[in-house]
């Protein structure tokens, strides 16, 4: 059985930082693009980051350019996002997603095979 479950989200105040994690089981994310997308009340999913599985290569969004990090690490089977800065606009869920096409995308969240279960980010003072 295929899990993919996150972890790490939480409350922070404006200017802090989180790093979220998602672990997986049941596949090896080395052969998978991997993405962060994040999903705010009353508003369609959007694709935060993903990384390529072909080449470690990674894309952002320009919200978050500059401000957040992807990276993997294949021994571990986990894929980490680092937040800083963060705005009161990056609070939503935070769902990470499998996909197993080498390139990945911030766009077609259709693509990817496999999603966690979302964690809260909520960016308050």
């Known amino acids: 059985q295929v899990q993919l479950v996150e972890s790490g989200g939480g409350l922070v105040q404006p200017g802090g930082s989180l790093r979220l994690s998602c672990a997986a089981s049941?596949?090896?994310?080395?052969?998978?693009?991997l993405g962060w997308f994040r999903q705010a009340p009353g508003k369609e999913r959007e694709g935060v980051s993903c990384i390529n599985s072909s080449d470690g290569s990674a894309d952002y969004v320009d919200s978050v350019k500059g401000r957040f990090t992807i990276s993997r690490d294949n021994d571990k089977n986990t894929v980490y996002l680092q937040m800083n800065s963060l705005k009161p606009g990056d609070t939503g869920v935070y769902y990470c997603?499998?996909?197993?096409?080498?390139?990945?995308?911030?766009?077609?969240?259709?693509?990817?095979?496999?999603w966690g279960q979302g964690t809260q980010v909520t960016v308050s003072s």
């Open positions: 997603a499998a996909d197993a096409f080498p390139i990945c995308s911030t766009t077609n969240w259709g693509d990817y095979d496999y």
């Open positions: 049941g596949l090896a994310l080395d052969y998978y693009a």
